[in-house]
């Protein structure tokens, strides 16, 4: 069974800096997908990056951006110029890339709660 | 604007009660799915619609119920047979079933 691991249940970063959130999967399928989902206070969850795992290029959006190693199965998601609004719950989750196999759902990890200092 | 609305906000109700939890989106999207989230655990997959009129059981689906009548809507209705079904209740949809999904504001159902 496909499994995510968020092993940093809370983190703190300056404003302005930069901080790394880590994200570990286990899965023997091949083709899949990687996302990161940010959920604020207002516990909207808002996806913020997605990664195809047949894809070498890291992702990239704007401040953020992932760190995607396939053979260790990792995936970590680095936030740069950190700003106030930032501070959020976020969610690494996997999901299979195989139409109509068993788990064509998202897996989510429990979450790394990041506060952005002034 | 397009987007994915849920209703209401805050619902309370008495144990014992069936309630159900609105979820409409106007993405013009094929795939639903509905989410609980509790403290400390990421979310975890109650139901999930692939196309109208089709619906498939997530991880947790004991005491709970879906239906999908129409593309836009799909309601769910926790039973009183779900134990413990005080928790925070997402619904997402997506394009298809391998597409990205895009999540409602969320309801925050208390039974006391």
């Known amino acids: 069974a496909q499994t995510v691991t968020q092993s940093q249940p809370e983190m703190s970063v300056q404003e302005a800096e930069t901080v790394t959130l880590s994200c570990t999967y286990d899965?023997?399928?091949?083709?899949?997908?990687l996302f990161w989902y940010k959920q604020p206070p207002s516990r909207q969850m808002i996806l913020v990056i997605r990664?195809?795992?047949?894809?070498?290029q890291n992702a990239t959006e704007n401040r953020f951006s992932v760190n995607f190693q396939k053979a260790a199965k990792s995936f970590s998601l680095k936030i740069s110029d950190s700003q106030l609004g930032d501070t959020a719950m976020y969610f690494c989750a996997f999901m299979t890339s195989i139409r109509g196999g068993a788990t064509n759902k998202l897996i989510f990890g429990t979450g790394t709660l990041l506060a952005v200092q002034p | 604007d397009g987007g994915i609305t849920q209703s209401p906000k805050y619902l309370f109700r008495k144990e014992g009660q069936n309630v159900t939890l609105s979820c409409e989106q106007n993405l013009n999207h094929d795939a639903m799915y509905w989410y609980r989230q509790d403290p400390g655990q990421g979310l975890r997959l109650i139901y999930y619609s692939q196309i109208v009129n089709d619906f498939q059981k997530g991880d947790i689906a004991e005491g709970y119920s879906v239906s999908r009548e129409k593309k836009e809507s799909f309601p769910l209705t926790v039973t009183s047979a779900q134990k413990n079904p005080t928790a925070f209740y997402l619904c997402?949809?997506?394009?298809?079933?391998?597409?990205?999904?895009?999540f409602g504001p969320g309801t925050r159902l208390t039974v006391t």
């Open positions: 990664q195809e795992a047949y894809k070498q």
């Open positions: 899965t023997s399928e091949n083709n899949y997908y």
């Open positions: 997402a949809s997506s394009m298809d079933i391998l597409s990205e999904q895009y």
